[in-house]
């Protein structure tokens, strides 16, 4: 008989260590991270999820299952052991053979375990449902059931920064980043992103049924048009109507080497430009003007961005283009070199 309770003894150890285990197992694991694992079709991640979609049903039946168990060990061990061994017993054993190490083991391994004894809890979920099933009806009501807890800005900023100073992760620096790039990026006030717009390189024209009036220029270095577009020496020259409202963007370095070097007998200057978007918002970000850039399908299939000029028209107004955005994107991440004048080619500079 005694050969018999010690059978028991064993058993209920290896079931109190389970239940000490599977608790810290399955819930010291993030919902967050079990959905990722499952939306890269991990089968452990899913079944352990199926146990986090009850939550407090799961815990219940673990807590009930561990109680249950433990109580039982307490009796059957005071049936064969008395005094100083009964404590010696309970104290030492049970706390190192049942909680000790199933909860450092299962902690290091936890979906895996966890996945491979589910079978063991819903057994368990279907024994002690008439108990368990209302304890976590009722905590369903009070609490609610399990979010998944989502990361904040500010959090990811720091997340991504430990990956990138942890010698065991897979993201690079540059990677890292490039993330750090673009997850600040919306939050950049327009006054700070862009240059100031040169008085210059605002040229007023008129207007007929909103197209702009572009007077006749000449192939020739000395035409005044030419050299009106060139002195700013800026990318974009900002195309105003009568009122002073900008309508256009011109790109003077394709729109002068086109004439200079004939590309065609009549070069047609508004395939040179394009409708900015215009912000008169002095505390706009920048994040609420980028939805409004224009991605379209180009050459070999390639994605290409139309429409990437911000202009934030306003006392000191400045002017964004997809270039600026793109560099600060690449900021800590390519080398840095002093800018060169790039309107148009250095021959032609010299003439004008």
Known sequence: MEIIIWIAIVLCLIQSGMFSGLNLAIFSLSKL??????????????????????????????????VAVNVL?????????????????STVIITFFAEIIPQAYFSRHAIQVAAIL???????????????????????KWLGGEGIRVFKERD??????????????????????????????????LS??????????????????????????SSSIDDAFLKQIYQPRKKWIIIT???DVPKLVLRAKDYIAAVLFKESENVDPLRFCQKPIVALDSNQRLGKYLPEFKVSSGK???EVIENDVILFWTENPRIISGGDIL???????????????????HSVQKSL
């Open 192 to 217: 700070d992103e862009g240059e100031a717009v040169a008085p210059d390189s605002i040229i007023k024209l008129d207007f007929v049924e909103n197209s702009p009036v572009f007077p006749q220029v």
């Open 73 to 89: 060990l307490a009796l059957l061990a005071d049936s064969v052991l008395a005094g100083i061994s009964a404590f010696i017993f």
């Open 118 to 140: 589910s079978p063991v809890l819903r057994f368990y979920q279907f024994i002690l449902f008439p108990i368990a099933r209302p304890v976590a009806f009722v905590l369903d």
């Open 33 to 66: 991270e079990l959905e990722v694992e499952a939306k890269k079709k991990n089968v452990k991640a899913l079944k352990v999820l199926k146990y986090r979609s009850n939550s407090n049903f799961t815990l219940v039946t673990i807590l009930w299952g561990n």
């Open 241 to 243: 109507d009568s009122k």
């Open 300 to 302: 070999s299939g390639k």
């Open 156 to 189: 990811m900023h720091h997340l991504i920064k430990l990956h990138i100073e942890s010698a065991d992760s897979d993201i690079a620096k540059m990677e890292g980043k490039g993330a750090l790039n673009f997850l600040a990026i919306d939050d950049v006030l």
């Open 327 to 345: 560099g600060r994107l690449f900021r800590g991440i390519g080398n840095s070199i002093s800018s060169a004048d790039e309107t148009v080619p």
